[in-house]
Every structure is written in structure tokens, then in C-alpha cells.
């Protein structure tokens, strides 16, 4: 058969048998194909070549593809991935190969010396999004540590990098800060009349990195880009909770480390911030009404539309 310069062949082994297909304009030309095959190999082949009516720009670069098979090879452990790129003297090969996984890549993004040494937790949790739906299963895995040099998150779920996080990242977020806050209060690590900490204060020293698989898929669009799953999100919350709970009560000089470098952080920020307002408020204060009239409240919305002047009789009426 003559074929097209644009195509896509697609070959499966599987079940005892050889499957083919072949792509052209997006339609499949021949249909499925099968026949007996005896070998042990299974998996997928494909191969392809763009059509240039459809993908008017081709020059992928080969970062993308070593950045796609770094990240397939943290969420799947002990399974190698080789990208041979094709040059003038041969082929050029870069192997990917994470044995341990999400614990390992958690202990490459720290580095050496983080604060407190990888944790690597698993679970499995059964449930589901709402009373009119089925359960689904979902598989938790999280690596994380604290460091004062290096912070990072990285979220997964069914082999797709979550770039928006959503549910994973709320969980992670809600989970800390409730946690790490429970902490500080118990053991006394507050001044007196201090807020509590954010999760921005826990971020600035966290290395973390999910790795998360449902039976259900529920991602928020097709470009697997964020995850939306109200009981994905609430059991990750609760996983994360009880082992941030046990970790710092059976290590409680790690805990201590990770809690007095977050306090470090929340009152760099707030000296920070405090300082920035006093700034701006000094450059500011020649234009600014309120700091010349006397009794004058401005208003909370920078929204010119719907700001008024009030006004009111006594101190009273006026608060």
C-alpha cells in the first residue's frame, strides 16, 4: 500500500496476538489488524511523522522529550526509559531510571544536608466524589523534607505532572499548615500573641513530591494539567495529617528542626512585610487624603466605581 508522508503506525503486542493500525489526516486507513503472535515481548511502538498541515511548527526541542521521560521514569520506580536521538555520527543515548522512585528524585531535588532526612509514605484510600457516584480507589505516595537551601513541589497523578496541582496541592497545603501549626502551639514554639503561620512560611523550606493513581480518572481538563476530586483532595489531606503526626512525634528533633526554620521564615516574612508597608506608606503620604484629614477613613476596594464619600455624625457612626 502506498502511504502518505504524514503518518502515524501504531503496533500493540498483547494477549498472544499483533495488532496494527495506521493513521492518516487524523482517520484510521485499513482499520485494526490482527494476528497470532508467539513472543513474550509485549508493549506498544509507534511511530510517526507530522503532517505539516496540521502542526505548522515541528522543531521540538530535546529538552521536551528529556524533560517527559525524567518525569515518567520519578512515577514509575525501576522502570528504564532510553531516548536515543538520532545524529550525524550515530545515535546519542540518555537513560532515565529512578529505582525508588519519588524518594529518590525527592533526595536529588535536596541535595546534600537538607534539614531533615527524605520521609517516603504510601497509602490507599477507597471513596468517592459525591453519594449519586461509584468508589473509586486512589493510591497516595508523597516524599518530602525540609530544607534551608532548596524548595520545591512537584505534584502527579496517573503519570501526568500536575502543573496546576489543584486537589494534591490544596491537600498538601491544608494538611501542613494544620499540622505544623498543631505543633508549635503544643510545644510552646509561639511568642505570645504571634499569628500563626501560612503555608508560604512552610513552602519556602519544603521539598516535596506526590505521586497519586485513581481507578477513576479525574482530571480537570484534557490537558491533564490539575486534578479536581473532592475525595482525592480530602484523602490526601487526612494521609498527610496522620503521618506528618506520627513522623514528629516519633522524630521530635527533626520536627524541631522543620518547625524552627518555618518560624524563621513567617517572621522574615512579616518583618518584610511590615517594613514594605512603613515604605510605602512614607512615599505615599503626600498624596495620600487619609494622612491629612483628620477622621478620614478610606475605604477597602481600589475599585473607583464603587467608592462614595460617607458621611457621618460622631466617632461612633463613624467606626
Not at 505615599?284 to 476596594?301: E, M, Y
Not at 473607583?304 to 463613624?318: H, N, P, T
Request: proline letters at 2%; one cysteine or more; hydrophobic letters at 30%.
Amino acid at each position: 500500500t502506498q502511504y502518505s508522508s504524514e503518518y502515524m503506525d501504531v503496533e500493540v503486542l498483547r494477549d498472544g496476538k499483533r495488532y496494527n493500525l495506521h493513521f492518516e489526516k487524523g482517520e484510521n486507513i485499513g482499520g485494526l489488524k490482527a494476528e497470532p503472535y508467539t513472543g513474550r515481548q509485549t508493549g506498544t511502538r509507534i511511530r510517526w511523522k507530522p503532517d505539516l498541515e496540521v502542526f505548522t511548527d515541528i522543531a521540538i526541542p530535546r529538552e521536551y522529550y528529556t524533560d517527559v521521560l525524567k518525569r515518567q521514569a520519578v512515577v514509575n520506580p525501576g522502570v528504564e526509559f532510553l531516548l536515543r536521538d538520532q545524529q550525524e555520527k550515530g545515535f546519542a543515548e540518555e537513560t532515565f531510571c529512578y529505582q525508588n522512585g519519588i524518594r529518590d528524585y525527592c533526595e536529588e531535588l535536596a541535595g546534600e544536608n537538607p534539614l531533615t532526612p527524605v520521609q517516603y509514605w504510601t497509602g490507599e484510600r477507597t471513596g468517592r466524589d459525591r453519594e449519586d457516584k461509584e468508589d473509586y480507589r486512589v493510591k497516595l505516595g508523597v516524599a518530602l523534607c525540609f530544607s534551608n537551601r532548596v524548595n520545591i513541589t512537584e505534584y502527579y497523578h496517573n503519570s501526568s505532572f500536575l502543573e496546576h496541582g489543584g486537589s494534591p496541592e490544596r491537600a498538601v497545603k491544608v494538611a501542613l499548615v494544620n499540622q505544623i501549626d498543631a505543633w508549635l502551639k503544643n510545644n510552646n514554639k509561639y511568642l505570645k500573641n504571634e499569628s500563626k503561620i501560612s503555608f508560604q512560611d512552610v513552602q519556602d523550606c519544603l521539598v516535596l513530591v506526590t505521586n497519586c493513581f485513581s481507578t477513576i480518572g479525574c482530571f480537570e481538563n484534557q490537558t491533564k494539567k490539575s486534578v479536581n476530586s473532592k475525595f482525592t483532595q480530602d484523602a490526601m489531606t487526612a494521609f498527610f495529617k496522620e503521618q506528618l503526626q506520627v513522623w514528629f512525634i516519633e522524630n521530635k528533633q527533626e520536627a524541631d528542626k522543620a518547625s524552627e526554620q518555618i518560624l524563621v521564615n513567617k517572621r522574615a516574612r512579616e518583618s518584610a512585610e511590615k517594613t514594605k508597608s512603613s515604605v510605602k506608606k512614607k512615599l505615599s503620604g503626600s498624596i495620600d487624603i487619609a494622612n491629612r484629614v483628620q477622621k478620614f477613613v478610606d475605604c477597602r476596594s481600589r475599585d473607583a466605581s464603587v467608592r462614595e464619600l460617607y458621611i457621618v455624625e460622631g466617632d461612633s457612626a463613624l467606626g
